[in-house]
């Protein structure tokens, strides 16, 4: 017994140095100090052995459990040295080599657009201003000439908040902001900014959407003058080539009121799928600010005249790079906001 307890201590020591992972050691445990292992199987002989000879082989093989069990452990450290090692050969770092290099962010389209205006009108002397986009219903309505149960109220479908507040369906109301501030001074300014409308989503609409209004305000102004800013503003946006009409239309807040039309940037008036055969696109609605609305803003309509324009980047960008459908300027598709 005490031969085989030699023969295990030296097939045990000569496996153990042959282990080069957890998985082996695991199972090389399990062979020697495992509870159906080799020396719990020569423990469970001991009745064979003469009883004057069991107390020593006893001692023999606990002291040979004890050496097996620190050379085990010794063996464990070993290995997780070696692969930690490795880990870090692997994992290492060239810091000699260059870096990857970071993806740039990049403004949204809309953002864009909307600073080319704001650029655009700045240059012909147009201060910018920001405006509430929580309105009152006087300053959203009642000051623009529209006052309660105008049916002109019926072309803004609107978002009304708790106290009788609510979502400015337009950057109009910055009109009236705008004279209040300055009067009596002359007045030009441009007002970037959200509207909201409680709208359903299609192709051509959003529920919420980007708006530049434009307002000047002083003595003898004219349609000759609105005529020529929004001349001046399609040619540095759209292209010198550009051929601008005005067309009669309605505000409540400007009389005489006009649709500006561009001639179309795909066909040059030809007709095309873009301007739907006609020619010409819609870039914008302007006319003269109604004497209520002057009056509203603390100027004298009898001595002050002014024009004010209105105009949505998306819906400027849309011309510009012929997209047919608002919806992809807030999808957060990355697929089309990377093209521009």
């Given at each position: ?119 655009i009108f700045t240059r012909m002397g147009f201060q910018v201003l920001e405006s509430p986009e929580v ?106 080539e550009r051929q601008v009409r005005l067309r009669g239309s309605y505000f409540p807040f400007t009389e ?85």
């Open positions: 017994m005490n031969r085989e307890l030699e023969n295990t201590r030296h097939a045990a020591t000569e496996e153990l140095a042959e282990v080069r992972d957890l998985t082996a050691l695991d199972q090389w445990k399990v062979k020697y100090l495992g509870r159906k292992g080799k020396l719990s199987s020569l423990m469970n002989r001991l009745s064979e052995i003469p009883p004057g000879e069991r107390p020593a082989f006893g001692r023999e093989a606990n002291s040979l459990k004890q050496d097996l069990t620190a050379a085990c452990q010794v063996r464990l450290e070993e290995i997780r040295e070696a692969l930690e090692a490795e880990k870090l050969v692997r994992e290492r770092v060239d810091t000699t080599l260059p870096g990857r290099p970071l993806t740039g962010g990049n403004l949204h389209l809309a953002t864009k657009t909307l600073e080319k205006i704001i650029d309105e009152t219903d006087d300053f959203n309505f009642t000051f623009l000439n529209m006052p309660q149960d105008h049916p002109a109220r019926e072309m803004w479908d609107t978002f009304y908040l708790e106290g009788g507040n609510l979502l400015r369906t337009h950057t109009s109301p910055g009109q009236i902001h705008a004279m209040r501030r300055f009067h009596p001074n002359p007045v030009r300014v441009i007002l970037p900014g959200k509207c909201y409308r409680y709208e359903a989503v299609t192709a051509r609409s959003e529920f919420m959407f980007h708006q530049v209004e434009g307002l000047a305000i002083g003595e003898s102004i004219t349609m000759a003058d609105l005529k020529g800013v929004l001349i001046s503003f399609a040619r540095q946006m759209f292209g010198e005489p009121s006009v649709e500006v039309d561009m001639d179309c940037i795909l066909c040059r008036g030809e007709g095309c799928r873009l301007c739907k055969e006609t020619g010409w696109l819609e870039v914008a609605g302007a006319g003269m600010v109604h004497p209520a609305v002057l009056a509203s803003g603390n100027y004298d309509p009898g001595k002050y005249t002014g024009f004010a324009f209105g105009m949505g980047s998306e819906r400027t960008a849309m011309l510009i790079h012929q997209i047919d459908d608002i919806r992809y300027f807030f999808g957060n598709d990355l697929r089309f906001l990377r093209q521009f």
